[in-house]
């Protein structure tokens, strides 16, 4: 059996006859389950994903689609033997079938494969031939369809761009100018389709025709979107204009498969980060490359525009590359030396920007953080006078990361949420209103106003269908599984199985991204940690939990649990100050409760200290993806051994 989801959806057995899945409900279940490719999709996940207002019986009604698919797709599959396709796993369900007999993962797999060697042509052809019009064309209204639907396409749209570069590296490609010339009129901001259609003409004896393109792609740049065109372009209608027979092959540099100059470069790189996943990953390291490139030119203003261009929007405390991040930190350094302190001042906030953006302050130390500080309240200042919304937001994404310098400031960082939403809203900065939505989530977490949160989380995923901000749906799943442990405290509740079973769920989705690391490392034990410690349980001692950097404060609960004092004695002893970032509160609570437990009066006394000023929010809160409860439960137990010592 095959499922093909590159057009309308359907599944088909292995000669070709149709299998019928039902109604439109039943076929978006096996929809969502071929998007997840392969892993688990909670239930609470799938009955979200299907209804805007899950109806009273939602989860029973979901059963029984589950149970007609499986009908449906295994017909002669014996009583009560386990399904093999569409299979129950954990909290949730899963599909079950080789990545070739599923079209969307056939096309990715033949994509990848065409950009690693030119031999995979045949195969990204039939891929891209296979494809009967938009990907889950059927699902329509579904925010996990149309985040599907925009990613596959983005990568429909560089699969043909790669196949036309292919067939003209090759030495063949004048038959595309038709094919081509559709594509550029559909897709005019996409630089490398304009070169491709000009080398195809050239290709095909139409010299003039070909310039005649490359000249419609400048003035279509300039005027629509105020750029140059990049140095790929500028190359290739250098080498018509002196005759030449043949043009070599583009270069290749970056996930497109076509070289940019380093302004190109950024620019789309700020738009692919945007996508998150793969795209994410590449888009920093495209940034990246665009900075050096910049920088070898010696145009310092040039190198100011590449740096300050990529101002994503970026919600974390630590970094997912520290190595990246300093070395983007460093280059704005050097460019805003070389400015000077009379440089302009738009070039120079957009790099004190992207000073405080990257330098994370998890991952900085005393000296980097003041300077840090420092570039945030200047980004600002020039922002505010230069009267520019979206360098005033960029700058205030800025002091919101610079914000955790002590324990206690979730209501300053609502205000600052506040003001990016706001300007963002007023000035129709979409990716920013998201960033604004989130900050004020955690906030709001970090105070214990989940309604408040909840509120913030449901307007960000709104937005994140127009923004296609993918990464949002995780962040705010986890969000739910934060809620879900914090009322699993409370009578009635759900159980604590429950709540853990969403932090797997939100856990599962967050691994699928690959992309943000800093975040992800750790996370979900220091969430399992804080749910046993909500039900008054000692720490999880599975050694396949990874506690990734907060090892150093949950090693000595850890030690506890398997009775070991006097290791957890010692682990304490030489556990740091935490960093300032999201998790601060939650890891000085952490050390709280181990030195209460251990009788350590000192430790005690240190993380009371820490976390007065903290004493109305809830530990972890501000992350707004987990909670070990409030912290006055934890600021209680460091006093009073404080003064027992």
Request: aromatic letters at 4%; charged letters at 25%.
């Amino acid at each position: 059996m095959r499922i093909d989801v590159l057009g309308a959806v359907r599944a088909l057995r292995a000669g070709g006859t149709p299998v019928d899945l039902g109604g439109p409900r039943h076929r978006e279940v096996l929809a969502r389950l071929v998007a997840a490719g392969g892993r688990m999709v909670a239930t609470d996940t799938l009955v979200a994903d299907l209804w805007a207002e899950p109806p009273v019986r939602a989860v029973g009604a979901l059963r029984t689609f589950v149970a007609a698919l499986r009908r449906a797709v295994e017909p002669d599959r014996p009583p009560r033997t386990p399904p093999r396709v569409l299979v129950t796993e954990g909290p949730g369900y899963a599909l079950r079938l080789p990545r070739d007999q599923v079209d969307a993962h056939r096309f990715e797999d033949a994509l990848a494969r065409a950009r690693r060697t030119p031999e995979a042509l045949p195969d990204l052809e039939a891929a891209l031939a296979a494809w009967r019009g938009p990907a889950y064309a059927d699902v329509t209204g579904s925010l996990w369809a149309q985040r599907e639907r925009a990613r596959l396409e983005e990568l429909r749209l560089e699969g043909i761009e790669l196949r036309a570069r292919l067939l003209l590296d090759s030495g063949a490609g004048a038959e595309l100018v038709a094919e081509l010339g559709a594509h550029v009129t559909e897709h005019p901001w996409r630089e490398p389709a304009w070169g491709l259609l000009a080398r195809a003409l050239h290709r095909a004896g139409r010299q003039a025709d070909a310039l005649a393109t490359l000249r419609r792609a400048r003035t279509m740049l300039v005027e629509q979107l105020g750029l140059d065109p990049g140095a790929e372009l500028r190359r290739l209608e250098a080498d018509i204009l002196h005759g030449a027979t043949t043009l070599p092959p583009a270069r290749t540099v970056w996930t497109a498969g076509v070289r940019l100059g380093p302004r190109t470069t950024v620019e789309l790189a700020r738009t692919l980060a945007l996508a998150g996943g793969d795209a994410l990953v590449h888009s920093r390291r495209d940034r990246l490359a665009a900075v050096q490139a910049a920088e070898r030119t010696g145009d310092i203003a040039l190198t100011a525009r590449v740096i300050g261009a990529y101002d994503v929007p970026a919600l974390w405390s630590r970094a997912d590359d520290p190595e990246q991040s300093r070395a983007v930190v460093a280059a704005a350094e050097r460019t805003l030396t070389a400015l000077g302190t009379d440089g302009p001042a738009a070039l120079r906030a957009r790099l004190l920007a992207t000073v405080a953006v990257e330098s994370r302050s998890a991952d900085l130390s005393g000296t980097a953080s003041e300077r840090a500080g420092r570039a945030a309240r200047e980004a600002e200042a020039l922002a505010r006078e230069l009267d520019d919304p979206a360098l005033l937001v960029f700058a205030l994404n800025g002091v919101f990361l610079q914000s955790f310098t002590r324990p206690g400031l979730a209501a300053a960082r609502d205000v600052i949420g506040a003001e990016i939403l706001e300007l963002a809203t007023r000035h129709a900065l979409p990716n920013f209103a998201v960033l604004g939505r989130l900050v004020r989530l955690q906030s709001a977490s970090a105070l214990g106003d989940l309604d408040a949160a909840s509120a913030h989380a449901r307007a960000a995923e709104r937005l994140a269908v127009s923004t296609e901000a993918s990464l949002v749906p995780v962040l705010t799943g986890w969000f739910r599984a934060r809620v879900t442990a914090a009322r699993s405290a409370e009578p009635g509740g759900p159980t604590a199985a429950t709540a853990a079973a969403h932090y797997r769920a939100a856990e599962d989705a967050l691994a699928g991204t690959a992309s943000m690391p800093g975040l992800h490392r750790g996370l979900f034990a220091l969430a399992l940690l804080g749910l046993r410690l909500l039900h008054d349980r000692p720490a999880p001692t599975d050694p396949a939990l990874d506690w990734g950097p907060y090892r150093p404060w949950t090693q000595p609960l850890v030690l506890l649990a398997r009775n070991r004092v006097e290791e957890a004695r010692t682990a304490l002893a030489a556990a740091p100050e935490p960093p300032l970032d999201h998790m601060q509160e939650a890891l000085w609570c952490l050390t709280a409760h181990a030195a209460a437990r251990l009788g350590e009066h000192r430790a005690a006394a240190r993380a009371a200290t820490a976390l007065r000023a903290a004493r109305t929010e809830h530990a972890g809160g501000a992350s707004g993806l987990l909670t070990l409860g409030p912290v006055a439960r934890y600021l209680k137990e460091a006093e009073k051994c404080a003064t027992q010592g």
